[in-house]
DNA sequence: TTTATTAATGACTTAACAGTCATTAATTAT
DNA sequence: ATAATTAATGACTGTTAAGTCATTAATAAA
Protein backbone atom coordinates (compact mmCIF):
# COMPACT_ATOMS: atom_id res chain seq x y z
CA UNK A 1 0.00 0.00 0.00
CA UNK A 2 2.17 2.54 0.96
CA UNK A 3 4.76 1.58 -1.86
CA UNK A 4 2.14 2.72 -4.68
CA UNK A 5 2.26 6.25 -3.66
CA UNK A 6 6.13 6.49 -3.42
CA UNK A 7 6.66 5.60 -6.53
CA UNK A 8 4.47 8.48 -8.16
CA UNK A 9 7.41 10.60 -6.18
CA UNK A 10 10.07 9.00 -6.74
CA UNK A 11 11.38 10.85 -9.63
CA UNK A 12 13.53 14.07 -7.38
CA UNK A 13 14.43 12.03 -4.18
CA UNK A 14 17.25 10.11 -4.63
CA UNK A 15 16.76 6.18 -3.29
CA UNK A 16 18.14 4.91 -0.13
CA UNK A 17 21.56 2.48 -0.29
CA UNK A 18 22.07 4.40 -4.10
CA UNK A 19 25.38 3.47 -5.16
CA UNK A 20 27.35 6.51 -6.45
CA UNK A 21 30.89 5.92 -6.02
CA UNK A 22 32.51 9.08 -8.26
CA UNK A 23 29.59 11.35 -6.59
CA UNK A 24 30.65 10.54 -3.14
CA UNK A 25 34.08 12.20 -2.13
CA UNK A 26 32.89 15.64 -3.54
CA UNK A 27 29.32 15.75 -1.40
CA UNK A 28 31.20 14.76 1.58
CA UNK A 29 33.71 17.42 1.51
CA UNK A 30 31.03 20.06 0.91
CA UNK A 31 29.03 18.64 4.21
CA UNK A 32 32.05 18.44 5.77
CA UNK A 33 32.81 22.04 5.48
CA UNK A 34 29.33 23.02 6.04
CA UNK A 35 29.82 21.11 9.71
CA UNK A 36 33.22 21.98 10.04
CA UNK A 37 32.40 25.65 9.98
CA UNK A 38 29.65 25.41 12.07
CA UNK A 39 30.81 23.57 14.83
CA UNK A 40 34.70 23.42 14.47
CA UNK A 41 37.15 20.48 14.04
CA UNK A 42 36.59 18.39 17.47
CA UNK A 43 32.77 18.97 17.52
CA UNK A 44 31.99 18.22 14.28
CA UNK A 45 30.04 14.82 13.94
CA UNK A 46 30.67 12.62 11.60
CA UNK A 47 27.44 11.34 12.14
CA UNK A 48 26.22 14.92 10.89
CA UNK A 49 28.43 15.18 8.26
CA UNK A 50 27.45 11.60 6.79
CA UNK A 51 24.05 12.76 6.90
CA UNK A 52 24.21 16.01 5.36
CA UNK A 53 25.44 14.19 2.39
CA UNK A 54 22.76 11.91 2.19
CA UNK A 55 24.74 9.09 3.48
CA UNK A 56 25.54 7.38 6.95
CA UNK A 57 28.86 7.26 8.79
CA UNK A 58 29.83 3.89 7.78
CA UNK A 59 29.49 5.45 4.18
CA UNK A 60 32.26 8.12 5.05
CA UNK A 61 35.17 5.67 6.33
CA UNK A 62 35.24 4.20 2.76
CA UNK A 63 36.61 7.39 1.54
CA UNK A 64 38.01 8.76 4.39
CA UNK A 65 40.27 6.85 6.64
CA UNK A 66 39.89 9.32 9.39
CA UNK A 67 38.05 12.81 10.14
CA UNK A 68 41.40 14.11 9.76
CA UNK A 69 41.91 12.98 6.38
CA UNK A 70 38.22 14.27 5.66
CA UNK A 71 39.36 17.82 6.97
CA UNK A 72 42.62 17.85 4.83
CA UNK A 73 40.97 17.27 1.75
CA UNK A 74 38.39 20.38 2.59
CA UNK A 75 41.19 22.40 3.07
CA UNK A 76 42.84 21.59 -0.11
CA UNK A 77 39.80 21.83 -2.13
CA UNK A 78 39.29 25.50 -1.26
CA UNK A 79 41.71 27.61 0.00
CA UNK A 80 44.93 25.84 -1.77
CA UNK A 81 43.50 26.99 -5.20
CA UNK A 82 43.06 30.53 -4.50
CA UNK A 83 46.71 31.54 -3.43
CA UNK A 84 47.49 29.76 -7.06
CA UNK A 85 45.31 32.44 -9.07
CA UNK A 86 46.86 35.39 -6.80
CA UNK A 87 50.15 34.01 -7.81
CA UNK A 88 49.06 34.20 -11.20
CA UNK A 89 47.75 37.87 -11.26
CA UNK A 90 50.80 39.09 -9.78
CA UNK A 91 53.23 37.12 -12.71
CA UNK A 92 50.76 39.05 -15.47
CA UNK A 93 50.37 42.04 -13.94
CA UNK A 94 51.57 45.53 -16.39
CA UNK A 95 49.88 48.45 -14.05
CA UNK A 96 51.10 51.08 -11.08
CA UNK A 97 51.63 48.57 -8.22
CA UNK A 98 48.63 50.47 -6.38
CA UNK A 99 46.36 48.65 -8.76
CA UNK A 100 48.01 45.70 -8.57
CA UNK A 101 47.81 45.20 -4.73
CA UNK A 102 43.73 46.64 -5.19
CA UNK A 103 43.54 43.79 -7.19
CA UNK A 104 44.80 41.07 -5.26
CA UNK A 105 42.79 42.60 -2.48
CA UNK A 106 40.00 41.94 -3.57
CA UNK A 107 40.70 38.85 -5.74
CA UNK A 108 41.25 37.72 -2.14
CA UNK A 109 37.96 39.29 -0.93
CA UNK A 110 35.75 37.47 -3.56
CA UNK A 111 37.64 34.36 -4.09
CA UNK A 112 37.97 33.59 -0.24
CA UNK A 113 36.78 36.07 2.71
CA UNK A 114 33.13 36.13 1.22
CA UNK A 115 32.74 32.17 0.19
CA UNK A 116 31.89 29.17 2.22
CA UNK A 117 35.53 28.41 2.60
CA UNK A 118 35.71 31.53 4.61
CA UNK A 119 35.40 29.80 8.42
CA UNK A 120 38.07 27.18 7.47
CA UNK A 121 40.98 29.40 8.58
CA UNK A 122 39.24 30.09 11.84
CA UNK A 123 38.96 26.45 12.53
CA UNK A 124 42.99 26.06 11.55
CA UNK A 125 43.78 28.56 14.27
CA UNK A 126 41.55 27.64 16.75
CA UNK A 127 42.53 23.97 16.34
CA UNK A 128 46.36 24.24 15.63
CA UNK A 129 47.25 22.83 18.89
CA UNK A 130 45.48 19.97 19.00
CA UNK A 131 46.34 18.97 15.47
CA UNK A 132 49.71 20.49 14.86
CA UNK A 133 49.99 18.17 11.60
CA UNK A 134 46.87 20.15 10.12
CA UNK A 135 48.73 23.72 11.43
CA UNK A 136 51.74 22.28 9.59
CA UNK A 137 49.59 21.78 6.57
CA UNK A 138 48.45 25.06 6.36
CA UNK A 139 51.13 26.89 6.94
CA UNK A 140 53.14 25.39 4.85
CA UNK A 141 50.33 26.00 1.77
CA UNK A 142 48.45 28.70 2.51
CA UNK A 143 50.09 30.79 4.67
CA UNK A 144 53.14 31.31 3.83
CA UNK A 145 52.68 31.46 0.07
CA UNK A 146 49.71 34.18 0.75
CA UNK A 147 52.61 36.06 2.73
CA UNK A 148 55.46 35.71 0.58
CA UNK A 149 53.01 37.38 -2.57
CA UNK A 150 51.98 39.75 -0.27
CA UNK A 151 55.91 40.76 0.42
CA UNK A 152 56.36 40.68 -3.26
CA UNK A 153 53.73 43.24 -3.90
CA UNK A 154 54.67 45.30 -1.47
CA UNK A 155 58.68 45.41 -2.39
CA UNK A 156 57.85 46.09 -5.69
CA UNK A 157 55.98 49.05 -4.57
CA UNK A 158 58.88 50.78 -2.34
CA UNK A 159 61.01 49.68 -5.72
CA UNK A 160 59.28 51.82 -8.08
CA UNK A 161 58.93 54.99 -5.19
CA UNK A 162 54.93 54.22 -5.18
CA UNK A 163 54.52 53.33 -1.65
CA UNK A 164 56.88 54.85 1.54
CA UNK A 165 59.37 52.30 2.79
CA UNK A 166 57.31 50.08 5.46
CA UNK A 167 58.73 47.30 7.57
CA UNK A 168 57.70 44.63 4.72
CA UNK A 169 56.86 42.04 7.51
CA UNK A 170 54.93 43.74 9.93
CA UNK A 171 52.82 45.85 6.79
CA UNK A 172 52.16 42.31 5.29
CA UNK A 173 50.67 41.26 8.93
CA UNK A 174 48.84 44.57 9.02
CA UNK A 175 46.93 44.08 5.92
CA UNK A 176 46.47 40.49 6.02
CA UNK A 177 44.96 40.88 9.59
CA UNK A 178 41.64 42.97 8.97
CA UNK A 179 40.58 40.43 6.39
CA UNK A 180 41.49 37.71 8.79
CA UNK A 181 39.34 39.65 11.76
CA UNK A 182 36.41 39.86 9.62
CA UNK A 183 36.17 36.48 8.53
CA UNK A 184 36.47 34.64 12.14
CA UNK A 185 34.27 37.89 13.66
CA UNK A 186 31.37 36.83 10.98
CA UNK A 187 31.56 33.26 11.62
CA UNK A 188 31.33 33.45 15.46
CA UNK A 189 30.48 36.31 17.75
CA UNK A 190 27.93 37.74 14.50
CA UNK A 191 26.36 34.45 14.32
CA UNK A 192 25.70 33.94 17.84
CA UNK A 193 25.54 38.20 18.57
CA UNK A 194 23.02 39.84 16.01
CA UNK A 195 23.56 42.89 16.45
CA UNK A 196 27.17 42.59 16.72
CA UNK A 197 27.74 42.13 12.11
CA UNK A 198 30.16 44.53 10.71
CA UNK A 199 28.82 46.23 7.55
CA UNK A 200 30.60 44.08 4.95
CA UNK A 201 29.19 45.97 1.89
CA UNK A 202 31.63 48.92 2.39
CA UNK A 203 34.52 46.92 4.13
CA UNK A 204 36.41 46.33 1.45
CA UNK A 205 36.72 49.63 0.08
CA UNK A 206 37.61 51.65 3.64
CA UNK A 207 40.14 48.94 3.73
CA UNK A 208 41.60 49.92 0.13
CA UNK A 209 41.06 53.27 1.39
CA UNK A 210 43.27 52.76 4.77
CA UNK A 211 45.92 50.55 3.42
CA UNK A 212 47.04 53.02 0.80
CA UNK A 213 47.12 56.09 2.83
CA UNK A 214 49.11 54.25 5.34
CA UNK A 215 51.07 53.06 2.11
CA UNK A 216 51.61 56.56 0.25
CA UNK A 217 54.42 58.82 0.10
CA UNK A 218 53.52 61.61 2.70
CA UNK A 219 52.87 65.00 0.89
CA UNK A 220 50.92 63.47 -2.15
CA UNK A 221 47.50 62.88 -2.65
CA UNK A 222 47.07 60.10 -4.54
CA UNK B 1 59.24 0.93 55.53
CA UNK B 2 58.62 3.90 53.03
CA UNK B 3 57.10 5.97 55.06
CA UNK B 4 60.48 6.77 57.09
CA UNK B 5 61.78 7.88 53.83
CA UNK B 6 58.93 10.13 52.66
CA UNK B 7 58.98 12.33 55.48
CA UNK B 8 62.77 13.05 55.07
CA UNK B 9 61.45 15.26 51.90
CA UNK B 10 58.88 16.60 53.24
CA UNK B 11 59.41 20.11 53.87
CA UNK B 12 58.71 21.58 50.78
CA UNK B 13 56.37 19.61 48.64
CA UNK B 14 52.96 20.51 49.88
CA UNK B 15 51.03 17.76 51.87
CA UNK B 16 48.33 16.12 50.17
CA UNK B 17 44.76 17.10 50.85
CA UNK B 18 46.09 20.06 52.31
CA UNK B 19 42.79 22.09 52.86
CA UNK B 20 43.30 25.83 51.60
CA UNK B 21 39.99 27.33 51.06
CA UNK B 22 41.12 30.59 50.42
CA UNK B 23 43.82 29.83 47.62
CA UNK B 24 41.72 27.69 45.50
CA UNK B 25 40.07 29.32 43.36
CA UNK B 26 42.63 31.91 42.16
CA UNK B 27 44.92 28.92 41.75
CA UNK B 28 42.38 26.91 40.10
CA UNK B 29 41.66 29.89 37.83
CA UNK B 30 45.26 29.79 37.02
CA UNK B 31 45.25 26.67 35.82
CA UNK B 32 42.34 27.07 33.81
CA UNK B 33 43.88 29.73 31.64
CA UNK B 34 46.82 27.68 30.88
CA UNK B 35 45.11 24.52 30.09
CA UNK B 36 42.45 26.58 28.11
CA UNK B 37 45.05 28.47 26.27
CA UNK B 38 46.79 25.29 25.09
CA UNK B 39 43.61 22.65 24.39
CA UNK B 40 40.69 25.11 23.96
CA UNK B 41 37.27 25.25 25.53
CA UNK B 42 35.79 21.74 24.46
CA UNK B 43 38.91 20.08 24.78
CA UNK B 44 40.18 21.55 28.25
CA UNK B 45 40.16 18.52 30.63
CA UNK B 46 38.67 19.28 33.74
CA UNK B 47 41.15 16.52 35.16
CA UNK B 48 44.10 18.55 33.76
CA UNK B 49 43.03 21.70 35.13
CA UNK B 50 42.71 20.05 38.57
CA UNK B 51 45.65 18.48 38.29
CA UNK B 52 47.65 21.49 37.03
CA UNK B 53 46.40 23.11 40.83
CA UNK B 54 46.96 20.37 42.74
CA UNK B 55 44.34 19.07 43.34
CA UNK B 56 41.90 16.85 41.79
CA UNK B 57 38.46 17.08 39.90
CA UNK B 58 35.96 16.63 42.60
CA UNK B 59 37.52 19.92 44.06
CA UNK B 60 37.15 22.31 41.19
CA UNK B 61 33.18 21.55 41.52
CA UNK B 62 33.77 23.26 45.46
CA UNK B 63 34.24 25.76 43.84
CA UNK B 64 32.77 26.54 40.56
CA UNK B 65 29.59 24.54 39.27
CA UNK B 66 30.73 23.97 35.85
CA UNK B 67 33.06 24.46 33.25
CA UNK B 68 31.71 27.13 31.90
CA UNK B 69 31.93 29.35 35.16
CA UNK B 70 35.18 28.58 35.43
CA UNK B 71 35.79 29.94 31.81
CA UNK B 72 33.92 32.96 33.05
CA UNK B 73 36.00 33.41 36.04
CA UNK B 74 39.09 33.41 33.88
CA UNK B 75 37.98 35.93 31.01
CA UNK B 76 36.57 38.19 33.73
CA UNK B 77 39.42 38.35 36.24
CA UNK B 78 42.28 39.32 32.87
CA UNK B 79 40.16 40.90 30.25
CA UNK B 80 37.41 43.08 32.07
CA UNK B 81 40.30 45.01 33.65
CA UNK B 82 42.11 45.82 30.87
CA UNK B 83 39.11 47.69 29.27
CA UNK B 84 38.54 49.14 32.46
CA UNK B 85 41.80 50.62 32.63
CA UNK B 86 41.55 52.22 28.89
CA UNK B 87 38.72 53.72 29.94
CA UNK B 88 40.13 55.33 32.62
CA UNK B 89 42.63 56.89 30.40
CA UNK B 90 40.31 57.87 27.57
CA UNK B 91 38.35 60.27 30.37
CA UNK B 92 41.78 62.01 32.03
CA UNK B 93 43.68 62.63 29.50
CA UNK B 94 44.66 65.94 28.44
CA UNK B 95 47.24 65.43 25.28
CA UNK B 96 46.94 65.46 22.02
CA UNK B 97 44.27 62.41 20.20
CA UNK B 98 47.52 61.08 18.41
CA UNK B 99 49.40 60.89 21.59
CA UNK B 100 46.10 59.54 23.33
CA UNK B 101 45.57 56.92 20.99
CA UNK B 102 49.39 55.63 20.91
CA UNK B 103 49.09 55.49 24.68
CA UNK B 104 46.07 53.12 24.56
CA UNK B 105 47.45 51.36 22.32
CA UNK B 106 50.51 50.51 24.03
CA UNK B 107 48.58 49.91 27.55
CA UNK B 108 46.86 46.89 25.39
CA UNK B 109 49.99 45.90 24.31
CA UNK B 110 50.85 45.63 27.80
CA UNK B 111 48.08 44.65 29.91
CA UNK B 112 46.60 42.09 26.99
CA UNK B 113 48.68 41.14 24.11
CA UNK B 114 51.60 40.44 26.00
CA UNK B 115 49.83 38.20 28.84
CA UNK B 116 49.00 35.09 29.40
CA UNK B 117 45.31 36.05 29.05
CA UNK B 118 46.08 36.67 25.43
CA UNK B 119 45.04 32.94 24.04
CA UNK B 120 41.29 33.43 25.42
CA UNK B 121 40.73 35.25 22.66
CA UNK B 122 41.16 32.89 20.47
CA UNK B 123 39.34 30.55 22.41
CA UNK B 124 36.15 32.82 22.42
CA UNK B 125 36.00 33.27 18.91
CA UNK B 126 36.99 29.38 18.16
CA UNK B 127 34.08 28.21 19.94
CA UNK B 128 31.49 30.85 20.06
CA UNK B 129 28.87 28.69 18.12
CA UNK B 130 29.25 25.65 20.33
CA UNK B 131 28.96 27.46 23.44
CA UNK B 132 26.87 30.86 22.75
CA UNK B 133 26.50 32.41 25.97
CA UNK B 134 30.18 32.51 26.40
CA UNK B 135 30.56 34.43 23.09
CA UNK B 136 27.47 36.88 24.59
CA UNK B 137 28.94 37.56 27.84
CA UNK B 138 32.65 38.73 26.02
CA UNK B 139 30.55 40.38 23.08
CA UNK B 140 29.28 42.32 25.95
CA UNK B 141 32.06 42.70 28.47
CA UNK B 142 35.00 43.09 25.97
CA UNK B 143 34.66 43.61 22.45
CA UNK B 144 31.68 46.76 22.46
CA UNK B 145 33.23 48.41 25.53
CA UNK B 146 37.09 48.29 23.18
CA UNK B 147 35.36 49.11 20.53
CA UNK B 148 33.46 52.04 21.56
CA UNK B 149 36.67 52.76 23.56
CA UNK B 150 38.63 53.36 20.09
CA UNK B 151 35.39 55.00 18.51
CA UNK B 152 35.75 57.89 20.95
CA UNK B 153 39.35 58.35 20.44
CA UNK B 154 39.01 58.66 16.04
CA UNK B 155 35.84 60.72 16.95
CA UNK B 156 38.00 62.78 18.99
CA UNK B 157 41.00 63.36 16.47
CA UNK B 158 38.76 63.76 13.31
CA UNK B 159 36.80 66.44 15.72
CA UNK B 160 40.37 68.53 16.11
CA UNK B 161 41.45 67.83 12.61
CA UNK B 162 44.52 65.64 13.61
CA UNK B 163 43.25 62.65 11.63
CA UNK B 164 41.23 62.70 8.71
CA UNK B 165 37.79 61.53 8.17
CA UNK B 166 37.99 58.48 8.03
CA UNK B 167 34.62 55.51 8.51
CA UNK B 168 34.64 55.59 12.05
CA UNK B 169 33.45 51.69 12.51
CA UNK B 170 35.24 50.28 9.95
CA UNK B 171 38.39 51.64 11.21
CA UNK B 172 38.13 50.28 14.83
CA UNK B 173 38.19 47.40 13.01
CA UNK B 174 41.34 47.49 11.17
CA UNK B 175 43.06 49.19 14.21
CA UNK B 176 42.22 45.96 16.55
CA UNK B 177 42.64 43.56 13.62
CA UNK B 178 46.66 43.60 14.39
CA UNK B 179 46.39 42.68 17.37
CA UNK B 180 43.99 40.20 17.21
CA UNK B 181 45.96 38.78 14.26
CA UNK B 182 48.91 38.53 16.17
CA UNK B 183 47.24 36.88 19.46
CA UNK B 184 45.66 34.42 17.36
CA UNK B 185 48.61 33.58 15.44
CA UNK B 186 51.18 33.05 17.88
CA UNK B 187 48.76 30.62 20.05
CA UNK B 188 47.95 28.15 17.22
CA UNK B 189 50.29 28.50 14.29
CA UNK B 190 53.53 29.69 16.17
CA UNK B 191 53.69 27.44 18.82
CA UNK B 192 53.22 24.23 16.20
CA UNK B 193 55.62 25.38 13.39
CA UNK B 194 58.67 27.15 14.79
CA UNK B 195 59.87 29.14 12.44
CA UNK B 196 56.57 30.81 11.98
CA UNK B 197 56.89 33.18 14.51
CA UNK B 198 56.58 36.94 13.88
CA UNK B 199 59.08 39.56 15.43
CA UNK B 200 57.85 41.16 18.47
CA UNK B 201 59.89 43.27 19.48
CA UNK B 202 59.27 45.96 16.67
CA UNK B 203 56.02 44.87 15.80
CA UNK B 204 54.21 47.30 17.92
CA UNK B 205 56.48 49.65 16.85
CA UNK B 206 55.54 49.49 13.21
CA UNK B 207 52.01 49.22 14.26
CA UNK B 208 51.78 52.29 15.64
CA UNK B 209 53.43 54.06 12.48
CA UNK B 210 51.57 52.11 10.24
CA UNK B 211 48.09 53.27 11.96
CA UNK B 212 49.19 56.88 12.40
CA UNK B 213 50.35 57.29 8.90
CA UNK B 214 46.73 56.41 7.23
CA UNK B 215 45.37 58.77 9.69
CA UNK B 216 47.38 61.78 9.26
CA UNK B 217 45.98 64.25 6.75
CA UNK B 218 47.48 63.98 3.69
CA UNK B 219 49.96 66.86 2.83
CA UNK B 220 51.36 66.86 6.71
CA UNK B 221 54.25 64.76 8.08
CA UNK B 222 53.42 64.74 11.09
C1' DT C 1 17.55 -14.85 -15.27
C1' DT C 2 21.13 -16.05 -12.16
C1' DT C 3 25.47 -15.15 -9.93
C1' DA C 4 29.29 -12.27 -8.40
C1' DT C 5 30.83 -8.01 -6.81
C1' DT C 6 31.08 -4.29 -3.81
C1' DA C 7 28.75 0.19 -2.11
C1' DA C 8 26.13 1.17 1.71
C1' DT C 9 24.26 0.27 6.15
C1' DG C 10 23.66 0.48 11.21
C1' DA C 11 24.33 -2.08 15.35
C1' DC C 12 28.20 -2.61 18.15
C1' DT C 13 32.63 -1.76 20.66
C1' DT C 14 35.55 1.29 22.85
C1' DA C 15 37.31 5.40 24.89
C1' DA C 16 37.06 9.74 26.82
C1' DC C 17 35.30 12.84 29.90
C1' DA C 18 31.67 15.94 32.59
C1' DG C 19 29.57 15.80 36.63
C1' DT C 20 28.07 13.22 41.36
C1' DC C 21 28.49 11.67 45.94
C1' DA C 22 29.67 8.56 49.77
C1' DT C 23 33.94 8.25 52.15
C1' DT C 24 38.25 10.06 54.22
C1' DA C 25 41.13 12.94 56.77
C1' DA C 26 42.94 17.83 57.84
C1' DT C 27 41.72 21.42 60.70
C1' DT C 28 39.22 23.80 64.37
C1' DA C 29 36.60 24.00 68.54
C1' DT C 30 35.74 22.14 72.97
C1' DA D 1 42.93 14.62 74.04
C1' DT D 2 38.48 14.22 71.76
C1' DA D 3 34.77 15.48 68.96
C1' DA D 4 32.73 18.23 65.27
C1' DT D 5 33.25 20.34 60.95
C1' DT D 6 34.07 20.47 56.22
C1' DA D 7 37.81 20.44 52.40
C1' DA D 8 39.33 17.04 49.52
C1' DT D 9 39.16 12.70 47.33
C1' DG D 10 38.39 9.21 43.72
C1' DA D 11 35.40 5.60 42.36
C1' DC D 12 31.24 5.68 39.88
C1' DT D 13 27.47 6.96 36.45
C1' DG D 14 25.84 8.59 32.18
C1' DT D 15 26.55 10.33 27.81
C1' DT D 16 28.54 11.20 23.51
C1' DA D 17 30.85 10.08 19.51
C1' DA D 18 34.86 7.83 16.75
C1' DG D 19 35.80 3.94 14.44
C1' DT D 20 34.65 -1.31 13.10
C1' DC D 21 32.55 -4.98 10.69
C1' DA D 22 29.13 -8.54 9.63
C1' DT D 23 25.04 -8.06 6.97
C1' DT D 24 22.22 -6.23 3.12
C1' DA D 25 21.04 -4.96 -1.37
C1' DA D 26 22.14 -2.22 -5.80
C1' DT D 27 24.55 -2.92 -9.85
C1' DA D 28 27.40 -5.40 -13.28
C1' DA D 29 28.83 -9.72 -15.42
C1' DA D 30 27.76 -14.28 -17.02
Redesign the interface.
Known amino acids: MPEAYAISQEVVVPHRRERRKDARPGELIDAAIDVFA???F??ARLDDIAQRAGVTKGTVYLYFSSKEELFEAAVRQTLMSSIAHGQSVLRDFQGSTTELLESVLRGWWHGVVRTKAAPLA?????????F?EL??F???NV?EPGRRLLARILERGIASGEF?D??V???V??V???F???Q??E???A???PA?S??TE??LD??I???L????I????T
Chains 1, 2 share one sequence.
Open positions: ERGAAKLIFAEATNPACYHEIRVTNHTSFIAPLYLFYHSIMVVAVESFSLDYVASLARGRT
